[in-house]
């Protein structure tokens, strides 16, 4: 399945169209995206986001609303029926949590991966989290628009977005739930699908290869027609990893790679790696630079299947819990006995939204 690895499964929840007595309401909105306007990839002014309203959002107009954030995973895009909605809706009617906006935001563009990080080569994509989307639905919903009534939440791609966005800006959002998270530990990266194995080195390299005697803008326009005849999407994920984490704007690929093949031998710049793993690692440096900001946090929630298909990230959540026991930063950790995705649902809905309205603040 081309993007099943930190990728948001596509769930048959049939949006918000279930027979609910009281239903809340879905809608697509296309808003601004500035913070985007950088991207050496693609040119869009306008991004979509996903937004969930409760069932009396409309009958009570005094009422102002918590938001949870979702941010989707690799590859991941919008839903037009809101996959959410349903959960979200049978929770409120059962009087298991309290009424809140959701709003549901994807990383996607030409290589399907953001990582929700801000980029010389793809954009600005944390600035377009916490400015664009933020600001957009601050000014435009019933929202408490304050810190702590704010959540961020996310699958995959979109746990480490999760993850690293409530690291650096606790003043934007104090509740943080990632689940299933692309976080490594010591040995994440050379355990992960980019390098174990020989991962994608051979394809990669081959590209690269293609792509040196070119000049700019050909190199450029072959780059583009390349990544629409990838059929391993872990090329793909390995290049949009590399321009996230490693970019540069010279030329085509855009980004930094970390080996070379020489004869029969592989060598490594370590300097390269080093950028290469700080992307989904670096946790510990992370936790003792950004401690002050973790310590603000009212909750820090992580959620991950122990069958999960990426072992990396099974290991990478044990490995990011135990430093937080060491940093004794208090945090909730909710285990379950799935797969990368195959418990999805049930961690939304006996995990995900109980946990975080035991923080979110509420009028």
Not at 30 to 48: C, R, Y
Request: net charge negative; hydrophobic share 35%; proline share 5%.
């Amino acid at each position: 399945m081309k993007y099943f690895v930190l990728s948001l499964f596509v769930l048959i929840l049939g949006g918000c169209q279930n027979p609910i007595f009281n239903k809340g309401n879905w809608t697509n909105v296309a808003i601004p995206a500035p913070s985007l306007k950088n991207s050496l990839i693609e040119s869009e002014s306008e991004k979509t986001i996903g937004v969930y309203l409760p069932p009396s959002y409309q009958s009570n107009l005094d009422k102002k609303y918590p938001v949870v954030y979702f941010l989707h995973g690799y590859g991941g895009g919008v839903s037009k029926e809101g996959y959410t909605c349903w959960l979200l809706d049978s929770l409120i009617q059962s009087k298991l949590v309290p009424e809140m906006i959701m709003v549901e935001v994807s990383g996607r563009y030409t290589f399907h991966g953001s990582f929700y990080e801000n980029s010389p080569v793809t954009g600005n994509w944390e600035d377009f989290v916490i400015k664009d989307v933020i600001g957009y639905v601050d000014a435009n919903y019933r929202t408490i628009a304050k810190s702590g009534s704010r959540a961020i939440s996310g699958h995959s791609m979109g746990g480490y977005g999760t993850l690293n966005l409530g690291m650096l800006h606790p003043e934007v959002f104090q509740v943080v739930y990632g689940m299933s998270p692309g976080v490594f530990n010591e040995e994440g990266l050379a355990e992960s699908q980019l390098f174990k194995n020989g991962g994608t080195i051979r394809p990669v390299i081959d590209l690269l290869n293609k792509l040196k005697p070119l000049g700019k803008q050909e190199a450029h326009r072959v780059y583009l027609e390349h990544v629409k005849s990838i059929q391993d999407w872990n090329v793909e994920f390995t290049l949009a990893y590399g321009m996230t984490f490693a970019p540069q704007t010279d030329k085509a690929p855009y980004f930094e790679y970390p080996l070379a093949v020489i004869g029969t031998d592989t060598i490594r710049n370590e300097e390269v790696w080093q950028k290469w793993e700080k992307g989904f690692g670096g946790v510990s440096m992370e936790m003792e630079q950004y401690q002050s900001n973790f310590a603000k946090l009212k909750l820090l929630g992580l959620d991950c299947g122990y069958h999960d298909d990426f072992r990396w990230i099974v290991d990478g959540t044990l490995y990011y819990s135990k430093l937080l026991v060491e940093k004794q930063l208090p945090h909730v950790m909710n285990w379950h006995s799935g797969t990368h995705g195959s418990r999805f649902n049930e961690s939304v809905e006996k995990g995900l939204f109980p946990t975080v309205v035991t923080a979110l603040e509420f009028e």
